[in-house]
């Protein structure tokens, strides 16, 4: 929560405050080790994925079951 000035920047400033220490709370994904920015996320086991990155840790994955067939 925070107060509207007049001053437009400072406003700016405070919300993107805000806005990281509430992400700085988040978990973080397991692939790029960023808490993730978003309300959800994937949890694969135990490991928990953010939306960015879910797509290449399932590629990675089909990939590595891939590689024990051969
Ligand atoms: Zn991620």
């Known amino acids: 929560?925070?107060?509207f000035?007049?001053?437009p920047e400072r406003d700016y400033?405070?919300?993107i405050r805000d806005l990281q220490r509430r992400i700085e709370r988040h978990p973080k994904c397991i692939c790029c080790g960023e808490n993730?920015?978003?309300d959800h996320a994937f949890r694969i086991g135990d490991d928990l994925?953010?939306?960015d990155c879910i797509d290449e840790y399932l590629?990675?994955?089909c990939m590595e079951h891939l590689d024990d067939d051969e």
Do not use: Q
């Open 49 to 51: 994925v953010c939306e």
């Open 36 to 38: 993730i920015p978003h």
């Open 59 to 61: 590629i990675e994955n």
């Open 13 to 15: 400033d405070n919300y």
């Open 1 to 3: 929560m925070w107060i």
């Open 5 to 7: 000035t007049d001053r």
